[in-house]
């Protein structure tokens, strides 16, 4: 089992850059894949970006924010990141880490077990 506990969040104006920093605590942080979702105001939650499991060589992100977000891992703090740079004001949300011990990468919330309790992005026109 992981507990995850996200920081990072605040106010920022378009165009300015905030980093997302997820800690894990348990045992065997690289043998989950990692996931960032945000829940935006009267929105379903969605996917942000995804990391594979042991090195996290892998990752993926959605439409919205690739070339935007860069997502990675250091296993040995056990800590999940996320850096957000040109930030948008549709990039308002709350936003969570997730863990999964079934799939390396996922794009779906069923497919993590674990969540944390999320961090407010604010981002100001």
């Known amino acids: 089992q992981v507990q995850l506990r996200e920081s990072g969040g605040g106010l920022v104006q378009a165009g300015e850059s905030l980093s997302l920093s997820c800690a894990a605590s348990g045992s065997s942080f690289s043998t989950y894949g990692m996931g960032w979702f945000r829940q935006a105001p009267g929105k379903e939650r969605e996917y942000v970006a995804g990391i594979g499991w042991r090195d996290g060589s892998v990752s993926d992100y959605a439409h919205s924010v690739k070339g935007r977000f860069s997502i990675s891992r250091d296993n040995a703090k056990n800590t999940l990141s996320l850096q957000m740079n040109a930030l948008k004001p549709e990039d308002t949300a709350i936003y969570y880490c997730?863990?999964?011990?079934?799939?390396?990468?996922?794009?779906?919330?069923?497919?993590?077990?674990?969540w944390g309790q999320g961090t407010q992005v604010t981002v100001s026109s």
């Open positions: 997730a863990a999964s011990h079934r799939f390396a990468i996922g794009i779906r919330e069923g497919q993590y077990d674990y």
